[in-house]
């Protein structure tokens, strides 16, 4: 008598248990704090990408050998592994969700200059099981710690962007160095096996210098205003300014992720 | 008791000898991962996981599976899964333990792998994987070697692990569903974004994981003097028929949805699939083999003369397994990443480093399974009244 009644209560328990298995995820999935947003940002920094003036493959070069050399971005020939923090995409790519079939063929193949868009809600940082990449809530970039990341790439399949590269191999040897063999800048080389990606040179901002692309193409003959860099959050930055009198779109917006470049014209 | 495991005839030395040259196999190419990057790899910047993370997925399933038999023998009282419920746990250990291999292969700075406890990260799928999985390995260890002692010494388990036990099942559950999560919660990704995910995950789970159980059950008949059991070998096949044609059922929703909705990110996947998608057709012969595979097994299974015999049965999990390895260890992993978020296409394919290296963690998981099941054949022999 004693061991049915046991019996029925391992069952009532069980079948209950049954359904804690399916509801402990989703709890955690819901208790997972999503803390790293603008309003947790004391500033937001943002691009702002001028199509037209970056129509100029000298521009377009001029911000990617900028990066390049202020990073010690290697380069690598084979496509499937060449790291890029910035590169060039055609429109239609970029914004597959935003064309359509009577658009002209110039406009789908205008040259578009893609980044880390360093989310108000990025979806990396959400996935990240080491916290090696992070929403800095003094700015809101989204940060790589290059030493903490175990290289499970869970970033890159999150990222919506493509915006992430992962070192495949050592990157050493491909990057650019001096006549003296030495790297061009001191920002730290990164080891095989970990992800990297655009950091808007949050070492530069320390510095109180501006990313390296957007002093790039100011030097070039009319790429001035290609890339304006600024805070979102001050109503007087350029980036808000230019965000208010002009038209402007930016990538794959329904996501929810809260693109932080944007582009016009 | 574990003593059993290192005494065994020339048979049972030349399987383990067989596991071991899998795992020197694997170690090899490990080895050489591991000094070169996973550049010897096929996966590259748009399919950035592979075959082991593929891998990884269909064996959680296997790994959660036991609790087809736990359930019904510990809520149930269903006596007929008394012999069968120590292999199972068997598997679930044997099968956790690879999943965990998997993840490790995998990973580009395996030396930091320390780093998901150190920074213990709730917000990430990964995380509470990483804990499921050690939980449930812990789970079945514990279960498994307190219940089968008890049973040795042909006295009833302690009282303080039934609650254990009942854990053990909505654990079971919980550790295929958040791997499900882990690709299910990814805006970037339609193919994963789908919240039948996790239902068809445990629905393929339940079929592959019994099959397995079934054809290692009918090798345990056929060459120990352990038999656990005829009647209990025919319930596992019908769970198995019962698993497969919901997990059916769920593709066929998962497919109609997609493809009557006709919005193209959700139809790229499945046309990359079964048709091929501007030229890249690599997947598309595993996949019709797969499709075929599953019809032919369902409906053999459905058919109670032809699931009751056992001549046959061994063919239909076979088919089983092998249809189920295709859907996860094949198509899901690789078409997440098609196109990529940028429209291409990049095709994959394993490199032989990659095959060995799968070889070598399946042959790891093999080589504890067979020690697990040496240690039962042993006592259980020896527990038969001569």
Redesign the interface.
Known sequence: MEKKTR?EF??E???A??????A??LA??G????GHNIAGSQRQWAMVVDLEKIQDPAVREAAQKACARTHNIPHIPD????IQWIRV?SF???F?DQIHGAMPPHELERSVL?LCNHCTNP?CV???????TWKRESDGIVMMDMH???????C???????SR??????PRPFIETDAEGKFLSDFPTR?????EKCNFCAERLRDGLEPACVEAVREVPGGEGALVFGDLTDPHSEVSHILRETPSRARRVT???GPNVFYIG | MLEAAFRGGGRYWALLGFWGLLVALGLGAWGRQFTEGLTVTGMSQDVTWGIYIAQFTFLVGVAASAVMVVLPYYLHNYKVFGRMVILGEGLAIAAVLMCMLFIFVDMGQPTRVANVLLHPTPNSMMFWDMVALGGYLVLNLLIGAVTFDAERREAPPPHWIKPIIVLSIPWAVSIHTVTAFLYSGLEARAFWMTAILAPRFLASAFASGPSLLILLALILRRFTRFDPGEEAIRKLALIVTYAMTVNIFFVGVELFTALYSDMPHHTYPFRYLYLGLHGHDSLVPWMWFGAALTVVCVTLLLVPRTRNDLRLLPFLCAGVILAIWIEKGVGLVITGFVPNPLGRITDYAPTGVEVAVTLGVYGFGFLVLSLLYKIVVNVRERMIPA
């Open positions: 019996r391992l069952k328990a069980g079948t248990a049954l359904g804690l298995g399916w402990l995820p955690a999935a208790c997972a704090p999503r496509p499937q592994e060449e995409e239609e790519h970029v597959e893609v979806p959400r996935v990240c099981p080491t916290q090696a903490r990341c175990i290289g499970c790439r869970y890159m399949a999150a990222c919506p962007y493509g590269s992962f070192n495949w191999r050592d080891t095989r096996g970990v992800v996501l929810g992720t």
